[in-house]
């Protein structure tokens, strides 16, 4: 399973875009980033993946690079509501288990 | 429609005692989680099953940690006995299981297990 560096922590000022970065250097090929988030005292929730094109969806845009090493999470405009954990997970598909790791504080501030 | 139903949502119990968590996951959804969750940590996989099939159960501590699904529905958790390092949360997901990229693992608020 490929492993994933993302920094402890983040601030954003609300309404601004977040902007979450991930280093998935040993990612196979045939591996998708998944984005999760946790807010405080509630289950993870899925926000988004990708293969190797960017993607857009309701939520958030992931942009993964071409070498598909790193990938980055934009929250478009970030509201207090999107304060929580952001975890970046490698993952083969729906037959494949979800490896989380620390992931990413992100504290959106007024 | 209801997401992922988990009880109880706290437990506090003292060492050496049983305890059992119960999960009932989004009606169709073929696959089932539970994963164990630290402070400060992410998630942790202990068992999924397929329907009735626990097809992962490599991290379950068999010692004292057992699960089950029957009719391919509901789910318990039991740790027996519980010792103090198991006070964590205890998440409950599941997943529609319909194969492609997606997935997407719809988790329940989890059980806050303290030990004592």
């Known amino acids: 399973d490929a492993k994933t560096t993302q920094p402890p922590s983040m601030d954003c000022a609300e309404g601004r875009a977040a902007n979450l970065p991930c280093n998935h250097s040993?990612?196979?090929?045939?591996?998708?980033v998944y984005w999760y988030r946790q807010i405080h005292s509630q289950g993870p929730q899925y926000i988004i993946h990708g293969l190797k094109n960017n993607e857009t969806n309701e939520m958030a845009s992931l942009i993964i690079t071409e070498d598909r090493k790193s990938s980055t999470l934009i929250l478009p405009h970030a509201t207090l509501r999107d304060t929580a954990v952001y975890y970046c997970i490698p993952g083969g598909g729906s037959q494949g288990n979800l490896i989380f790791g620390k992931g990413t504080k992100l504290s959106v501030k007024p | 429609e209801a997401g992922v139903v988990q009880s109880p949502r706290y437990k506090i119990i003292e060492k050496k005692q049983p305890v059992a968590f119960w999960c009932n996951p989004i009606s169709g959804h073929n696959t089932l989680y539970w994963y164990l969750q630290n402070l400060g940590q992410g998630p942790e996989l202990l068992i999924r099953y397929e329907n009735e099939e626990a097809v992962d159960d490599s991290q379950l501590p068999k010692d004292r940690f057992s699960a089950e699904r029957l009719k391919g529905v509901d789910s318990t958790l039991k740790i027996q006995p519980a010792e103090l390092g198991d006070s964590a949360v205890y998440l409950c997901?599941?997943?529609?299981?319909?194969?492609?990229?997606?997935?997407?693992?719809?988790f329940g608020p989890g059980t806050r297990l303290t030990v004592l």
């Open positions: 040993t990612i196979s090929g045939n591996e998708y």
């Open positions: 997901a599941s997943s529609h299981g319909a194969g492609g990229s997606y997935n997407e693992q719809f």
